[in-house]
């Protein structure tokens, strides 16, 4: 049944139940009821024209408020075709989210790959950092001993140039004393040769280099004053050559040592000559 039927039927039972109570009140009160009836159906009449006019125009809004819901109707068609629509996009991007998603996952993982590589890398690196610490720590060092070592070279240089320089001295030294024991020698066979008694020093109290000059000549004693002592590291028993002009006169024994004198006795047998002041005095044979 339509809204339309469903009104008409309400009003014809308000109507009635209308029409009854009119009824009841003109029973009650013994009225007429022919006029009363008419009065009613007059009533009646009106009404169920006001009722037509008001269906009429309910009509009119229900066919009104029917078009208007058939164009909603045909809004809500297109609008469900429409939805219809967005939903297959909605699928389609939820298809493609899906696809997102897996590669969001996939991305995620491989984001995770390259963090734990990133770590890796960072660890690598500062191990690096640190082997280039040590590495830089070792070539301090290792420079350092270079320099150490370049220092030791050119002391060692220097060391060896003066141990040749001290070998050529000593070459030299040897050759000196080598030429002095020959002359020393050729000496020697002079002397023995001259005097037949002579006693060359022994190597124990062989002295140093001394020269000196005789001061004072006791002939009677057989002493003489030389004019070197301790202070030039003349000792007891070294023996002294008298010269005189290059030529030799003798040879006298140290007996007693001074400051800066000595006296020494002289040895007759090996004595060419009386030894005068003023000779000439050395320990050091074949230098006159």
């Not at 040769?193 to 001394?210: A, E, Q």
């Not at 001061?215 to 002294?240: C, Q, R």
């Amino acid at each position: 049944m339509s809204t339309l039927s469903k009104a008409f039927v309400w009003i014809n039972l308000l109507l009635g139940v209308a029409f009854l109570a009119v009824s009841c009140v003109l029973f009650a009160q013994q009225q007429d009821w022919k006029g009363a009836y008419n009065t009613a159906v007059t009533e009646r009449n009106t009404a169920l024209k006001s009722a037509e006019d008001q269906n009429r125009k309910l009509a009119e809004a229900l066919t009104q408020s029917a078009n208007q819901v058939t164009d909603l109707n045909a809004k809500v068609s297109s609008k469900e075709t429409e939805i219809q629509g967005i939903q297959s996009n909605v699928d389609i991007l939820t298809k493609q989210l899906k696809g997102e998603e897996t590669k969001y996952t996939a991305l995620d993982g491989n984001l995770t790959q390259l963090t734990e590589n990133m770590k890796r890398a960072q660890a690598d690196l500062d191990n690096t950092h640190k082997l280039a610490a040590d590495l830089e720590a070792a070539k301090k060092i290792a420079e350092k001993n270079n320099a150490d070592a370049q220092d030791k070279v050119v002391k060692l240089t220097e060391d060896i140039a003066d141990l040749k320089l001290n070998i050529d001295t000593l070459t030299k030294d040897i050759n000196k004393k080598t030429k002095d024991m020959a002359a020393k020698d050729t000496m020697l066979g002079v002397y023995k040769k001259s005097f037949p008694t002579f006693v060359p020093p022994k190597d124990g109290v062989m002295p140093p280099p001394i020269d000196a000059k005789v001061e004072e000549v006791n002939a009677e004693l057989g002493i003489v004053v030389l004019s070197v002592g301790s202070e030039d590291k003349v000792e007891h028993g070294f023996t002294f050559y008298v010269y005189r002009d290059s030529n030799y006169i003798g040879q006298v024994e140290v007996d007693k040592i001074y400051a800066s004198k000595s006296s020494a006795r002289i040895n007759g047998a090996m004595s060419k000559d009386k030894i005068q002041p003023g000779d000439g005095a050395t320990t050091r044979l074949g230098s006159f």
